[in-house]
Structures are given as structure tokens and as C-alpha cells.
């Protein structure tokens, strides 16, 4: 069993953050010595994934000196508004007596929680098959062995799944480069197409059902990802396919009734249009969506699978 | 009123093209002076979007010596396997005591197909309409002013769509590199989003109606397209908007009674690994799929609108 690729480390009194921006070409260690340096590294995405934003604010707020927690605290909060794990670790390093001693709690819970969850998740997957996921969702992106992708690595494990079938995940391809990169790193046989070709796949009869992440679950279920993942559920559905979503009890919001009470992140236009538009286009950028609840066949958590949405 | 782009031109003795990999940062023709020539335009994508590959494929069996078409239709109509307009265009100059003159009339009467398709079409779009399309349908992929995006462009030019919203249709990009240079070039309002936003866009209402193009068009309506166009199809259904299939009457193959008779294309891996997938990653890369009759509202070709399947 390869060891699984972790996000974060401590080291001589800063955060050393693994680049996630230059994987899979290059293993580069960010080093962030200060709240700044790690907001910093939450808002470009050097590091990324619900539950190690959040530990990695954690240890962010930790690096502030006493008198400037409240503003880093803050700072840290907006480097990204959709994944609610952040904010709640950022609280909790906040009103903690010793920040960094917290932080390196909440990095064991994250880690504990994506155990438990990769175990309720795996007894899912049916022997054989074929699972679809979008971005990343593995060790990388979490303490532990990941939310979602952990699910689908612990049941290959297990002898039950065949295939990943990751989509690449336009337009920052983590798809492509860390799910890509984590499942060949951990001896997981996995397939890449984009994500158009998701509904083809489930109508050929290639894919048996699909495990997403969430960034932030209402109190009503409905749950904000990756984009692309509302599609995914709608063709599931049509497909008769389950849809499963698989995250941390940190992830249920209990200030968002629903969907709607989510804040979606509209990063920049480049990122759309660098690789093929012409100069002046125009682009939108929503970088998640909400499903709603009614698509969910399942959410896995580390208290288990549930059926109804999870409790905060 | 800006001047339409053309993907072809007959000069000296050959045919042009206009080399559409290189748009939009360069605008290049690639001289063609033999079939093999024009053959590996069209497998290379250096043409085009399935009108515009049947007029070239035509072209193509004029290159060629009397002895030796034959061979050439047989090699022109090998370049794609999908789009159906390439076989019937070949075999019409193939049968023509004069090829070149043939070549000539399919693409006159292509060009006045798709005049007649932008005209039925544009009545079917709204005042005020944000229209989704998919892939590059426009002047350049087709005799005159393109298919679903000719639909389009007219409908703007009466007044009353309000905005195109433009997929950019991974692997390849022809929404980003084409559609929006296209619609940029003609003063058309667009906007460029990844192709997993679409649901997104839908649910919040941002989006109309869907107008897709076609590659080949079962005797049961079945259709063939871009990959990614049966979930816009899937989308579009459960979100309550109409979903079109705009083309040509020469795209509806006779010989294909459903769906499951179209061959889907298999592209090469590394159109989808090239951009971010770590080496020795494995990919499938289907270039097409098939959206059945079902979920196709209406179908409009120079005959008008249809709500049952269009005949051959």
C-alpha cells in the first residue's frame, strides 16, 4: 500500500503548504511563515479541497501574533467563501487558548472523520464497479485519505472497485492533474475524459454511480461543489444512477437553511479563457454549484450514511 | 453587417482552407493540391464541422486523377466517421461526370441550406433570449452562415436574442477558439463558460433555449454531435427549455434507423491528457455522442421546423 500524499506539514514554526498548482509536474513546498503567506496560498489555490483549507487556516491563524488574531482570523475567512469548513476552523483556532495546538487537533479530527467516512462510504460500492467523481477529493485535498476519492480508494482496497472514471474539471483540471496523480500514485486504475463526455459514459453503461465532495452542505442537503457536480447528479438521476455525496459533518452549515443561503465563488474570467479564446472575450466563472437535495441519493459522513440530510 | 467568414476557397487549381487549429491566433490557409491533402485537413480538423468536411471531401475527389477516385472517396470518406455529410458529398462528386463542378454545387447548395435553416430557425428564438450552444456551428463550419450558430447570428440580427452563451467543448475548444471569434468577428453578444456550468447557468435561469448542431441525424431523429450534447439535452429537460437540432437535410443518414447505427468516433487520448494529466495517464476521448429523439424538441432544417424526426 503506497503511502497516501499529504497537503500540509509543520515545520521549524511555519506551514509548509505541497503546491497543488504545480502537481503533477513538480512536488514544490510552499513555505508560509506568516497569516498572509497562508491566505495567500488558500486564494490562489496552492492549496485546496474543503477540509485542508480549513486546517490549513487553522494552523494560518496560529501564525498570527496574539494582538492580530481577530484580523487574521477575518482575512483568512475571505481568501474563499464557499467551503464553510474554513470559517468553522478558523473559529475554532480563534477562540482556542493555543492556536497551533488546535490547529494540529482539528488537522488529527479531519483526518479521523475521513477514515471513518472512507469506511461507511466503500461498504456502497458494489463489487466491479465503475465510479465517476469530479475534482479532487483525496488525500491532497484533506487530512486523511480524502473524502470522496478516499471512499472509491478504500473500496479498491477492499477488492469491490474496478475503475475511477475521473472528469477533468475544467477549468483548473484537478480532475485531471491530482485525481489523476493521487489514484495512479496509490495504484487505483483510473480513466480521464472531460466532462462532457460524463452523459455518454453513464448511457454506455461504463459508470455504476458517482461520489462527490461537498464545500458546503445545508441544513436542508442541498450541497455547493466543484462545478459540474449539479450536472452530474441531474444525469444520474436520468441514468438511475445513485449519487452519493461524501464529506465531513464540518462541511453542514447550520446558518444555511438551503441552497440558496450559499455564496457561490465567481473566480476570475482568465481562468476560462487562457487556453483557447480569443483576446477581449467575455467568459463567466462560477467555480461551484448547488445541488439540490433531491438528487442525493446518500450523504456519507463520519457518523455514517444517511439517507436525510446530515445534522451539523 | 460583417462579412460572413468562409472555411474554403477554390484557387489555382486547389483548395484552400482555412486552417481552423490555428484559429484564433493566426488566420492561415493550408494549400491543398491532391485528395491525400485535403484528407488529412479534414482528419486533423484543419476543416471542420460536418457541412463544411463534405464540401472539402468534394473538392477532394476533383483532385483527384480519373483513375484514381475511387480510392479517394474511399479515403476522404475514412478521414471521420461520423458526420454523414461526408460520404453523401463524396459520392456525389464520385457520380458527377465533372467533380469539380459538383464540388462546386454542393457547396452552393449548402450555403442556401443553411441560409434557409438560419431563416425557420430564428423565428423559434424569443425576444430577449440567452441561447446555450455547443461546439462551432457557425459560418466556418459550414457553407454559408453555419447551422445552429447561423440560427443564432440571424436571430441577433432581427432583434431578438439577446445573448449567446457559448460552451467551449472540451477537448478541443471550438466553442472558446470558434464560436466566441465567430460571434466577436459578426457583433454578436457571447459569453464563454466551461461546460460543466451549463446546469448552473440553466438553473439560474440565465439560459433559454439550447440550439445545437448535428453530425448525423438517424432515420428515428436520434442525433449525433459533439461530445457533451446529450447532457445539454438531459439538461435542458429537466430544467423545462426546448432543446433544437439545427443542420442540413444532408445530415440525416437513411441507412441509420436509430441511434445505435451511427459510429461515435474515438479520438486520440492525448487531445484530453494534454493539458494537465500526469504521464501514463489512461483517457478515453469520444468525440461524439447521440441524443435521443426524445429529448430533441424540434429539429430545423431548409425545410423548415419539424417535431417528428426530419426525412432523409
Request: net charge neutral; hydrophobic share 50%; proline share 7%.
Amino acid at each position: 500500500v503506497s503511502e497516501l500524499p499529504a497537503p500540509l506539514r509543520w515545520r521549524d514554526g511555519a506551514l509548509e503548504i505541497l503546491d497543488q498548482r504545480r502537481l503533477p509536474g513538480a512536488e514544490v513546498w510552499l513555505r508560509c511563515a506568516t497569516w498572509r503567506d497562508v491566505a495567500e496560498a488558500v486564494r490562489t489555490l496552492a492549496v485546496r479541497g474543503a477540509p485542508a483549507i480549513g486546517i490549513a487556516a487553522a494552523y494560518g491563524v496560529a501564525l498570527a501574533a496574539p494582538g492580530e488574531r481577530s484580523v487574521a482570523a477575518a482575512g483568512l475567512k475571505a481568501a474563499r467563501p464557499t467551503a464553510v469548513n474554513l470559517a468553522w476552523a478558523v473559529d475554532r483556532a480563534l477562540a482556542a487558548a493555543d492556536p497551533l495546538r488546535e490547529a494540529e487537533a482539528v488537522a488529527a479530527e479531519e483526518a479521523a472523520r475521513c477514515e471513518a467516512i472512507a469506511a461507511a462510504g466503500a461498504a456502497l460500492v458494489p463489487a466491479g464497479a465503475r465510479a465517476l467523481t469530479i475534482c479532487h477529493t483525496g488525500a491532497l485535498a484533506a487530512g486523511g485519505p480524502g473524502t470522496a476519492l478516499g471512499v472509491l480508494v478504500r473500496a479498491h482496497r477492499e477488492g469491490r472497485l474496478r475503475e475511477v472514471v475521473a472528469c477533468e474539471t475544467r477549468p483548473l483540471l484537478q480532475g485531471a492533474r491530482l485525481t489523476m496523480w493521487e489514484c495512479m500514485r496509490l495504484g487505483v486504475p483510473a480513466r480521464l475524459i472531460v466532462d462532457g463526455a460524463a452523459a455518454l459514459l453513464m448511457r454506455r453503461g461504463e459508470v455504476d454511480l458517482v461520489m462527490a465532495g461537498a464545500d458546503r452542505i445545508a441544513v436542508n442537503g442541498d450541497t455547493a461543489n466543484k462545478i459540474g457536480t449539479y450536472a452530474l447528479a441531474v444525469l444520474a438521476r436520468h441514468h438511475g444512477l445513485p449519487f452519493y455525496v461524501a464529506a465531513p459533518g464540518s462541511t453542514v452549515d447550520p446558518a444555511a437553511a438551503d441552497g440558496g443561503a450559499i455564496p457561490v465563488e465567481e473566480r476570475d474570467p482568465d481562468e476560462v479563457l487562457r487556453i483557447g479564446a480569443p483576446a477581449g472575450a467575455r467568459a463567466s466563472n462560477p467555480a461551484f454549484d448547488v445541488t439540490p437535495a433531491e438528487l442525493i441519493t446518500a450523504w456519507i459522513t463520519e457518523r455514517g450514511v444517511v439517507r436525510t440530510p446530515p445534522l451539523p
